[in-house]
């Protein structure tokens, strides 16, 4: 072959190469996971990248969304804002569609900025009040934010514990300050004297001050306002030091995670859910039962989390009928994805013009090793 | 009071198991003359030792246990000592310090990639009750701790003033040269150092992990918290290392519960600075001289 037609025949399989990763690329939508993968959210974010991609694959192996394929790619925050805001302008730069994630609010309320300004929707596991208080019309939660979570506490502590002294231990990040800050204004409603307020840093090993402290405060019972592995060694060291009032707690205290960390000292623990896997749903512990069966392992909500911000993607792209991000997120806006047409909701989901989450919740207590629910709290 | 007693008794079992590792610190020092700063690590791993076996062997709980001293006295004591700090001891100590830092984040980078990244149970073969000791409550698990690591200390101490093997390893850390024109075989006390290091490490992954949970960065404050223990007991005596960590776990304790909850982090190195100041050879240590 002569060097002339060498340099053609490379020239047309470079093209060649091109244009079959165009095409690819046209084939495909992209939905990156931005997840805490490692650090101390690393089990709140492998349970929602694991729910997002058992989504991923039954939505592909049904068609895809509008015909195309999602690809999604995980990214691993390290619990840090700064990498997952880095990350986020990455997946952005790459050509996402809608970012699934991050998990932990302090991340997400850092990154949400760039997705924003980007235009990029985006579905979040982050539970602080003001994720959804900032006018970003492109932020989705898939569970409700504290404020509407801790006020379902309000009546089991008023009514059913009849307290009048209560303590909370708080994880001092943005997840924990923002349930902090509400839980105090629900309690000075109810008439309900905080005597101890602990609050302790993220990834904190020793709770042993934390546990002395509330139990000299005299509460009648404590609000346990913490990540998951925070929780399981404030459970152990509420036992070791004999500590017998309610330890209450608001999503993760009664989790499947906690309640394996923390072995024995997790019962009788009681939480307010949004989403539970052994919520009284038969879609959804049809989803736990494939979540344990395909990773040999429980989940807690945050794979719930997960599954539902893919599936919402494809409910809502196909209401719209196209690929349009903007439209997509003005669309979310007041809408309600009804179980009853959209199964893999898993329960009715609304949205406010915030992007809000409104649905059916779920008291719970740790019995025989397992999250049992006691109660259902209405969409509030 | 009895809130004060309980504050005490709960942090006189968590200084227990940061004197643990300190004395590592301190044993490290004495035989190589450097700071070991994968010594938090080194009390990490082998609770994932003890997990493979459980787990991944099925092995019961006690040859769990029995595998993990086993493969920490193999890979922290004989492959540690071998492959890292032998080689580099001739380079003086500054390149063998970075390379425990290299060392600390394989460590924890490899228990990532092969165990995962999140905190795992950590069975205790110890029951979960109560004593009642002056109005206080304190587990059993928490006496255990503090009676168990006062023990080996205490033994380690004997061994090292009472024994000839102890003599020869004191006598090796002191003065090498010396200490080998005497016959003393200098190389082999010094492996013993490495290794009564990595059973201590053992020792404090067993105590420690049930109620901190085994994580791959569980290292991380574990051992500054020992290293300033250290320091502030003093660095080149064992006792020194016992009585730094001790006193972190009581102050730790006593300013959470009394002072600030928000500013416990900074405590141990407060408590660091204010010993540089005012008595640099720390609390038991004697002052040492370098010609430089």
């Keep these: 072959m002569s060097r002339r037609n060498f340099l053609t025949a490379a020239a047309f399989a470079v093209a060649a190469i091109g244009l079959g990763g165009a095409a690819r690329a046209a084939d495909v939508v992209k939905l990156p996971c931005v997840c805490e993968l490692s650090g101390a959210g690393a089990v709140s974010g492998t349970n929602y990248r694991d729910g997002a991609h058992i989504a991923v694959d039954e939505i592909n192996a049904a068609g895809g969304i509008l015909g195309k394929k999602i690809e999604m790619t995980d990214y691993d925050t390290q619990t840090d804002p700064m990498t997952s805001r880095a990350l986020i302008q990455k997946v952005i730069d790459d050509g996402a569609y809608v970012i699934i994630g991050t998990v932990y609010s302090g991340s997400t309320a850092v990154n949400m900025l760039v997705a924003q300004k980007a235009g990029v929707p985006q579905f979040t596991g982050a539970e602080a009040p003001d994720i959804t208080a900032k006018g970003n019309p492109y932020i989705f939660r898939t569970s409700s934010g504290a404020e509407k979570g801790v006020p379902a506490l309000t009546a089991y502590f008023k009514d059913t514990v009849k307290a009048k002294k ?172 009804d179980v009853a047409k959209y199964p893999h909701m898993l329960l009715t989901t609304s949205w406010d013009k915030t992007g809000e989450l409104s649905r059916e919740s779920f008291m719970t207590e740790v019995k025989g090793g397992k999250q049992v629910i006691t109660g259902t709290v209405p969409a509030n | ?123 205790s073969p110890l029951p979960d009750g109560t004593l009642q000791i002056g109005g206080a409550v304190i587990s059993i698990r928490d006496l255990f701790d503090l009676l168990a690591s006062l023990a080996v200390v205490g033994g380690l101490t004997l061994f090292l003033d009472r024994t000839r093997t102890g003599r020869q390893m004191q006598a090796a850390a002191q003065s090498p040269a010396v200490a080998e024109i005497l016959g003393v075989d200098v190389a082999r006390m010094t492996l013993y150092a490495f290794l009564v290091n990595a059973a201590l490490a053992a020792f404090a992954s067993f105590l420690v992990s049930p109620t901190y949970l085994a994580k791959f960065s569980n290292g991380e404050s574990l051992g500054l918290v020992a290293f300033i223990a250290a320091i502030v007991g003093g660095f080149n005596r064992i006792r020194g290392a016992l009585v730094g960590g001790l006193l972190v776990g009581v102050l730790d304790n006593l300013v959470a519960t009394y002072v600030t909850q928000e500013y416990r982090a900074a405590l141990p190195l407060v408590l660091l600075i204010a010993v540089i100041l005012w008595r640099p050879q720390g609390l038991l240590g004697d002052a040492e001289g370098r010609t430089v």
Excluded: C
Aim: hydrophobic fraction near 50%; charged fraction near 15%; glycine fraction near 10%.
């Design chain 1, 166 to 337: 209560i303590a909370i231990s708080w994880v001092n990040n943005d997840f924990g300050k923002g349930g902090h800050d509400v839980f105090l204004s629900e309690m000075k409603k109810a008439g309900i004297q905080v005597v101890a307020d602990v609050p302790s840093e993220q990834g904190q090993v020793d709770f042993s001050a934390d546990v002395s402290k509330i139990k000299q405060a005299g509460a009648d019972a404590v609000f346990v306002y913490l990540n998951e592995e925070e929780s399981a060694r404030i459970l152990k060291e509420a036992v070791k030091q004999g500590l017998k009032i309610p330890m209450v707690g608001e999503v993760t205290l009664t989790g499947q995670k906690v309640i394996d960390l923390a072995g024995g000292a997790a019962e009788g623990a009681l939480a307010h859910v949004g989403l539970a896997t052994s919520a009284p749903v038969p879609s959804i512990q049809a989803f736990a039962a494939n979540f344990k069966k395909i990773y040999k392992r429980d989940t807690d909500h945050n794979g719930i989390k997960g599954y539902i911000a893919v599936w919402a993607t494809k409910y809502v792209t196909e209401m719209i009928g196209k690929f349009d991000r903007k439209a997509f997120a003005d669309k979310m806006h007041g809408l309600t994805l």
């Design chain 2, 1 to 123: 009071m009895s809130q004060f007693l309980q504050v005490v008794l709960s942090g006189l079992s968590t200084g227990s198991i940061y004197a643990l590792a300190a004395v590592g610190f301190a044993l490290v020092w004495q035989a190589a003359q450097t700071v070991n700063f994968a010594q938090g690590e080194f009390v990490m791993l082998p609770a994932f030792f003890a997990l493979v076996a459980i787990h991944w062997f099925g092995w019961p709980l006690w040859a769990g246990f029995a595998f993990a001293m086993l493969a920490s006295l193999a890979i922290l004591g004989l492959a540690f000592k071998g492959l890292v700090v032998q080689p580099m001891m001739p380079d003086g100590g500054l390149p063998l310090v970075i390379a425990t830092m290299a060392v600390s984040i394989l460590l924890k980078e490899s228990v990532k990639t092969f165990y995962g990244a999140e905190a795992q149970p950590f069975p």
